[in-house]
């Protein structure tokens, strides 16, 4: 049976061209041309210009041209050598491989073809403004200040669109030569949003690599960068060979490219902060996964970045590349003699290269004054023989004076009604999970955790059973007592429905905007890599370092796991090395299997490892079980008891307290926290000195209890 081709996604035109191996139909199409092996490809003479010398590759699903820059997939091989369209393109390409394509899909390249046509005029039309002597006067000015030359400017294509934020306009191109899209980058002053561009078909932030197709044209190793900016500067030293990632985190995606188009890297990473140095470590150590064998070099600039170091100084530099390993080295092995000694062990293990180790060895044996073949011996040891780390108590103490300084100057501040004695230790990289049955309020313990987390951070909310919708009519209600505009739910749906309170809605959705201004929400079934990359991408585009990671829930996370127990085990420690290679708190719940009784059992661990080991890859655990009937408040059936249990705490006490759980503003309080009003219900809008005195109480008592319980 044919299979039919029906929607157009960036994976289906992958797998399209996948189908058919360029190198073959290069081989039918130009029968005279004289191709030899290389690598995985071929070699000859080119087709498309007068070649003497053999300058054109061939592989599996792309071509390139060193003498006339033709490159590109199968799709364009047809559309050079045929005139073909890329409709056409498709049609041939899908006919060969027995595949047929529908009409929608045939109408969705249609679109997508005009879509790049309209980019192409934007991009133009930006590209007009910018030269034009008055109206462009404001961006060629700020282009200037950041050190860019005319030739730049025209080389990148930048353009000015002064309607939208005052913004300079980047085009950006795919691997075939195709404008994809088109980022913006504000010139106001400490604007909310520096750079943005939307996703399409054609453009995914995290898959995308910016200045690919015209760097590939350039002979030499490929000089990689975080910035659009700084790929310009270092362009413009004279490094023609230049990527930028637009992020931080290399993607895996990313690294697939780089690898696949380059055998010898050359990183360019920011070094402005500690957070700059982590990132340009995980990099390295993610591309060695990927590449274990290929040449990777690094170039460690004296300012924080390329576009802010001056021309003079950025071209010498960047012409003395070094080993990634070698410029890292001085930033991982770090600490006392002890910390060094351990730190250099684990460093070398995953270097493959020998000359490369060898290099490193003799810097830390004249770092350390010790025989080169001695410490050669000691950090080469097998994990067989090798000694733990050991600390004197100077050194311990030293280390146990950094982390109270850590953890007192942490920018997140978890408020947690009646969990905040035992969350005082809680600090970026930890992990927290929270287990509970079906209908025991998981969503919303969440959500009221998040309403009650505070500082100078941006929070990501991966909602993965509920749509963004009912999320945020969940926040939408929660949100509006601590804005001093309290509504109930029946007061939400009338506001959402009710056409005569449209004025009163736009107030609210303004205020709540404002509220959760560094909130984000996905609401998509992702793996855990997904995720990392997801919240990589964010962090690129936000004010405030991220901060927590909530993820709702454990069990819909993809994994290639087949059996459920191990599956929700490697899940879970997935997630808690993401909390460590991120920085940030994870929090995700659980939802326990159905063997382990009702939702008004008091959760044990024991429940949790009948679907996965989860408590081994958690600093604090927290269970929740629901009160049976006859201790629930027949008085007040809004007032819904959850008993909680902190069942593991690695950084402080364990211990049980009660919330209450009001169904109509679909908040959590601490039991002196609720006062009920005239007609039983909690009155959100006389809430003031009373309800702040109660809660210091009871905050008071939680901390008393979790002392006497300390574990």
């Keep these: 049976m044919t299979q039919k081709i029906t929607s157009l996604t960036r994976s289906n035109i992958d797998a399209l061209k996948q189908e058919v191996d360029l190198r073959e139909k290069v081989r039918k199409q130009c029968v005279n041309l004289e191709l030899r092996p ?20 061939v592989f599996h699903d792309w071509f390139y041209c060193f003498g006339c820059g033709k490159s590109g997939d199968i799709f364009s091989w047809l559309m050079y050598t045929k005139a073909y369209g890329f409709l056409d393109a498709v049609r041939e390409i899908a006919a060969e491989s027995g595949k047929e394509v529908s009409d929608d899909f045939l109408h969705q ?45 025209s080389h990148f294509e930048l353009g000015y669109d002064p309607a939208n934020k005052n913004s300079i306009t980047i085009p950006l191109y795919d691997i075939n030569g195709n404008i994809v899209g088109i980022t913006r980058r504000s010139t106001l002053q400490d604007p909310k949003m520096k750079y943005w561009t939307h996703n399409n078909d054609f453009y995914k932030k995290e898959n995308y690599i910016y200045n690919l197709f015209f760097a590939l044209k350039e002979p030499g190793p490929l000089y990689v960068c975080e910035g659009q900016f700084d790929a310009m500067s270092i362009w413009q030293a004279g490094f023609h060979k230049v990527v ?94 002890e910390e060094q000694y351990d730190r250099a062990r684990r460093f070398l293990k995953v270097i493959n290269d020998p000359l490369v180790k060898d290099d490193i060895i003799q810097r830390l044996a004249k770092r350390w004054k010790k025989p080169q073949h001695l410490v050669e011996q000691s950090l080469l040891r097998t994990s067989e023989n090798r000694i733990t780390a050991v600390y004197t108590v100077d050194s311990a103490l ?86 001093g505009h309290p509504l109930s739910t029946k007061e939400i749906e009338n506001l959402l429905t009710n056409s ?115 408590e081994e890859s958690v600093d604090l655990c927290i269970g929740l079980y629901r ?48 006062i009920p009003g005239p007609d039983g219900i909690s009155p959100s809008e006389e809430l003031g000195t009373d309800i702040e005195i109660a809660e210091r109480h009871a905050r008071e008592e939680a901390r008393r209890r979790a002392s006497a319980n300390y574990v």
């Design 38 to 57: 290389y690598k995985d490809g071929l070699v000859g003479c080119c087709p498309f210009h007068n070649d003497e010398h053999p300058s054109f590759y």
């Design 398 to 483: 030293s280390f146990l004076k950094e982390n109270e300084l850590a953890v007192k100057e942490r920018t997140v501040d978890l408020q947690w009604p009646g969990l905040e004695p035992y969350v005082k230790r809680i600090r970026g990289g930890h992990c927290v999970c929270v287990m509970a049955r079906t209908g025991v309020g998981k969503t919303m313990t969440l959500l009221n955790l998040l309403l009650h987390t505070y500082g100078n951070i941006t929070q990501v909310f991966f909602t993965m059973e509920q749509p963004v919708t009912e999320i945020v009519y969940r926040l939408a209600t929660m949100g509006s007592h601590q804005i």
């Design 109 to 153: 390249i249609a679109e997508s073809v005009k879509a790049r046509e309209k980019f192409s005029k934007e991009a133009k039309r930006y590209q007009n403004i910018l030269e034009d002597e008055k109206a462009g006067r404001v961006a060629r000015d700020y282009l200037m200040r950041r050190g860019l030359t005319l030739d730049t400017i």
């Design 244 to 337: 930028a990632t637009c992020g931080g985190i290399i993607t895996e995606s990313q690294i697939k490219q780089l690898v696949q188009y380059s055998d010898h890297i050359i990183l360019v990473p920011d070094v402005g902060s500690d957070n700059d140095w982590n990132i340009f470590r995980k990099n390295v150590a993610n591309i060695r996964k990927v590449a274990p064998d290929i040449k990777i070099e690094a170039v460690v600039l004296p300012n924080k970045d390329a576009n802010e170091t001056p021309q003079e100084v950025l071209g010498p530099v960047l012409s003395v590349p070094q080993s990634a390993e070698i410029a890292l080295l001085d930033i991982v092995v770090t600490g006392t003699n």
């Design 500 to 614: 005569e309170e449209d004025e009163r809605w736009e107030a609210h959705h303004q205020m709540m905007t404002e509220r959760f201004s560094s909130l984000r929400l996905i609401d998509q079934r992702m793996s855990v890599e997904e995720i990392k990359n997801t919240v990589a991408t964010i962090a690129e585009d936000v004010t405030y370092p991220i901060g927590i990671i909530w993820i709702d829930y454990l069990g819909i996370i993809k994994s290639k796991a087949r059996e459920e127990y191990e599956r929700v085990s490697q899940v879970a420690n997935d997630l808690f090395e993401l909390a460590g290679e991120t920085g940030a708190i994870v929090v995700y719940a659980h939802q326990l299997s159905r063997a382990g009784g009702s939702g008004t059992v008091p959760v044990t661990l024991d429940m949790g490892r009948g679907s996965g080991v989860v």
């Design 627 to 674: 009160a049976t009937r006859e201790n629930e408040d027949i008085n007040f059936p809004e007032r819904q008891k959850i008993m909680v249990q902190v069942l593991k705490n690695r950084h402080g006490p364990k211990g049980d307290f009660e919330w209450v759980f009001c169904t109509d503003s679909l908040r959590i309080h601490l039991p002196e926290y609720w």
